[in-house]
């Protein structure tokens, strides 16, 4: 008897990637990439990104994308994959970007046949060639007419959940249908990435869930009935009314629904083509924040990368402050994501500055001993603008000396693992905390960030596919029925050896740490 299988796919901003899990034994049986500018050169992207003259504008191609979905199958079912193994299908894309499509998709998705390339069949539907992407920045005007138009409602944040945001699908499809309202009138489609993709697999228009429906500026916030905010979209269609627009938007966003709802039995043309069972079950897709939490333990992840994000449960469902954004997670839960700019690329500056010589392992030994002190120097490591807080550039010492080398590289460790803990408060408290990218490796900055937290800090197996395992698990919870708790006790894979638990003497001692970052932090 074979084993049975799922399958995680991600679209990221770069590439594609898939997961195949075996459910039973509890073990990856394999995992895909393709790199879109390389399996993709004739669209011209750079990093996944189409070439635009205003550095304000960043798009991808839907089409590219929707070729990438053969792709990465063809590849899975080409190396040994049994794909007809394959009981349930989830998959997250890159939040907040748009896709936009003629009433024609809706039968196109359901007429798909074999001897045709996906992307033939779609690409006709597109009323709009390129897909804004969350890098954007082009929609300044938008957000400002909607925060004005609603202040009275309480605005955006109070309405939606989070703030204007420019790179949210709210202000994205205002700009393009006062650009462009023949082609905004022809859509009869507008869907996030991930409900669209989500669309090619079930062969129907899918619901976008909550987890992508939260990052539009168009949701309410009742995550236990997923919906839109009737005062939002009647302020869009008022501005493109203006603009000579004649449709409404709440006939082009479909619906929403709940994380990992069910959306379908997986379309022929997979099913023909790639051998994937007529049975498996197509879940509603997510972004990529949603899945990666998912991925790494469901309550709280880290992830040092060039800069350091915050990805944890919210201990209530309400609206975002501005050092975050809130998104829902599973059903009749949010979440929160807060991004801090300044991360790894202090860390590279210091090294630089202060140990050039040295090899990494030996730049983070020079912070010194595990056991901290609440008169500890500190610093605001803000090399760049930060952006939780909102403060400008300008490195802040606070009992140090600038030229004193080991006191900086220590101090740097120390102050990134509070300034972590501090805005982190939103966040449900977790006994444990996946940390991930390249600045989990340094395991000073570790050992200080699981004693700040006080809490078990773990780094996972197949880190880089953290998100579409996260769609896996889901995939496998689903096709067992498990509950969350019990698919992550048995899915989730930490790196072996690599659990660090926090001191049991040094509570205090953190929170005055905390208290005194926070006075510094004020003073500027």
């Known amino acids: 008897m074979q084993n049975r299988l799922v399958l995680g796919l991600e679209f990221s901003t770069q590439s594609a990637k898939a997961v195949v899990l075996d459910i039973e034994n509890a073990t990856v049986e394999r995992t895909e990439q393709l790199n879109f500018d390389e399996s993709f050169p004739r669209y011209g992207t750079r990093g996944g990104v189409l070439p635009a003259a205003d550095p304000r504008v960043?798009?991808?191609s839907p089409a590219m994308v929707t070729e990438a979905l053969d792709e990465l199958l063809a590849r899975l079912s080409q190396t040994g994959v049994r794909m007809s193994?394959?009981?349930?299908?989830k998959l997250d894309a890159q939040q907040h970007c748009t896709v936009y499509a003629d009433e024609t998709l809706s039968s196109r998705l359901t007429e798909l046949e074999t001897s045709t390339p996906l992307v033939e069949q779609v690409a006709p539907a597109f009323t709009r060639?390129?897909?804004?992407?969350?890098?954007?920045?082009?929609?300044e005007e938008q957000v400002r007419f909607l925060e004005d138009r609603l202040s009275q409602k309480g605005g955006l944040r109070a309405l939606t959940g989070?703030?204007?945001?420019?790179?949210?699908?709210?202000?994205?499809?205002?700009?393009w249908g006062q650009e462009d309202p023949v082609s905004y009138d022809k859509t009869a489609h507008v869907l996030v990435l991930s409900a669209f993709v989500t669309s090619l697999l079930a062969g129907r228009?899918?619901?976008?869930?909550?987890?992508?429906g939260w990052g539009t500026n168009l949701n309410h916030t009742d995550v236990s009935h997923p919906g839109w905010n009737e005062h939002v979209l009647a302020a869009v269609d008022e501005a493109l009314g203006a603009a000579g627009v004649?449709?409404?938007?709440?006939?082009?966003?479909?619906?929403?629904?709940?994380?990992?709802?069910?959306?379908?039995?997986?379309?022929?043309?997979?099913a023909e083509k790639y051998g994937i069972g007529r049975g498996a079950t197509v879940l509603c897709g997510t972004g990529d924040n949603p899945a990666t939490l998912l991925g790494c333990g469901g309550s709280l992840v880290i992830s040092l990368g060039s800069s350091y994000t915050v990805n944890g449960m919210l201990s209530a469902a309400e609206p975002a402050e501005p050092e975050y954004n809130v998104f829902g997670y599973v059903p009749g839960s949010a979440m929160a994501l807060s991004v801090i700019t300044n991360g790894t690329k202090v860390h590279d500056e210091f090294r630089r500055r202060y140990s050039p010589e040295a090899s990494w392992e030996a730049y983070s030994a020079l912070a010194g001993e595990r056991r901290v002190t609440a008169d500890e120097p500190l610093l605001l490591p803000y090399l760049q603008d930060e952006s939780v807080p909102t403060k400008p550039a300008g490195i802040v010492r606070d009992g140090l000396s600038e030229t004193d080398a080991q006191a900086n590289i220590r101090a740097l460790h120390i102050s990134q693992a509070v300034s972590l803990r501090l805005h982190a408060a939103h966040v449900t408290a977790a006994d444990s905390l996946a940390v991930v990218g390249g600045g989990?490796?340094?395991d000073t900055l570790r050992a200080f960030i699981s004693d700040a937290f006080g809490a078990a800090t773990y780094r996972i197996r197949n880190g880089d596919y953290a998100a579409p395992f996260g769609c896996a698990v889901a995939a496998?919870?689903?096709?067992?029925?498990?509950s969350y708790e019990q698919a992550l006790k048995r899915y989730i894979q930490v790196e072996e050896g690599s659990r660090m638990e926090p001191r049991d003497d040094v509570a205090e001692v953190y929170r005055e740490l905390i208290e005194r970052y926070e006075r510094v932090e004020a003073s500027v």
Do not use: C
């Not at 496998?476 to 498990?482: M, S, T, V």
């Open 58 to 60: 960043r798009h991808t």
């Open 85 to 89: 193994a394959v009981e349930a299908i």
């Open 129 to 139: 060639s390129s897909a804004p992407i969350w890098e954007d920045r082009s929609t």
């Open 162 to 175: 989070n703030r204007g945001e420019l790179r949210f699908p709210a202000s994205q499809v205002l700009k």
């Open 205 to 212: 228009i899918a619901p976008v869930d909550t987890g992508d």
């Open 246 to 270: 004649k449709t409404s938007i709440a006939t082009k966003i479909g619906k929403m629904d709940h994380y990992d709802a069910p959306v379908g039995r997986i379309h022929p043309y997979f």
């Open 440 to 442: 989990s490796q340094n």
């Open 476 to 482: 496998a919870r689903y096709a067992l029925g498990l």
